[in-house]
DNA sequence: CGAGCACTTGATCGCTTTCAATAGCTGTGG
DNA sequence: CCACAGCTATTGAAAGCGATCAAGTGCTCG
């Protein structure tokens, strides 16, 4: 529970330079904004902030992944959200968090006090502007994932987070029609059974049926390959084809 | 399928001024807003976009309820936003829409065509602010719907979705106390499945149970009365009674 | 080597769905 | 006025899907 070494780096060559709230923002602003800033690094598996604590500080993941999650009495748990670089966390204007945080990965975070962050976004419509466009990705993404909650069956919802994750991949990587599409899970199974609305035990049997079914092939207990990702987006029970080009 | 007759509205007496998009602008924000503005009446049951719809106006709900609502190829349908007086519907920045949205009541929408309500936010720092603010709640709200959606159960569902409704209630006449809250349910047996993510068979077995149970009181199939809040908070599996109170 | 953790698989249980029948209400037209 | 269609809602019986309980595997790390 400690940091394990300093980070520093540059906003100029920041890898999330053109993604993260500061995405819009001129050289001047920049510049303010670098100044306001730190960093903290957080181990994996570490709670960044409880449900209710006051929220000090707000910032972008730089590299690594954390979780938004949701925990009744008696411990069943919901993820809400999915935190991967240039996300945003934390939310201005409001005094405490209504989420657990958790790193489920080494990670990084670029981070401001709120309060001075609060007055320069008063005075940086491009920040805001950032801010609102992501809020309303975010928005969609969460109810997107409401259907999948509310609606899909145990293999469609395994088949919908193995698509989402894929997706991402292709997207980072540019492969405009590479039939293979490989990557890491880089979740446990108990947590894609939070995030999914699901048991564990429901998890592994639903990846090892598609698995055994071909639509997805395993080279270790966390590394999927997708030899058609047409078949995983009928499996996912999406609409139609449409989407899966973007 | 027409509009039933011409509705027209001061904005200085308009019952949403104080919480919709303008609700942050001065006079001279509000006059160019109030030469940019129409208004657009639905009958009840009338769809106002259709998933994929080019967007072509965004506008608030001034009076009567809307859903916004997903659906899957073999016709399972997930409702993924309730939108109420005073809440916003479209998105700047997107060219289509997301969802289906559909007025589940008659309903009365301030609109404003899409280009030129842009332009105006790209100036108006009070429009970006308090639109900012609405989506933040939004996605809270989104949050925790999903944690009903992926674990609570039948039972917890119908009671949170009262609770939603009792609170709604009990905001707008500010009984700060009152033991007994009623109120009148606006969506029929399927559409509250579609939100909650049941059948209407369920739900229609879940509320009757809730009923003997005298959890709740019906005067009618759409009327409910809530006798005890905090057994009613109990039964929808909340954390504790703090949220209750606001 | 053994403890701890992540994961898999099997057997059974129970909640929600599915299929089906019926009741109550509203509006329409003979 | 009543018959009837169409819609909303309730209730029953049976089926199925995912949860729960339980055992066991494989891996990492001290």
Redesign the pocket.
Known sequence: MKLRHKYSQDCSDCPIRYRAICSHCEVSELERLESMKFYRVYERGQTIMWTGDKMEFVGSVVSGIATLSQTMEDGRRQMVGLLLPSDFVGRPGRENIGFDVVATTDLVLCCFWKKPFEDMMAETPHILQRLLEMSLDELDAAREWMLVLGR??????IASLMLVLAQRKSALTLTTDARDIAFE?P???????DYL????????????SLRKDSVIF?NS??SITVPDMGRLFEEAGNRCETEFMN
Chains 1, 2 share one sequence.
């Open positions: 899909k069956t145990a293999r469609e919802k899970l979740l446990t199974r108990e947590a894609m059974a609305g699901l048991t564990l035990e429901t998890v592994s049997r639903q990846i090892s395993m207990k966390r």
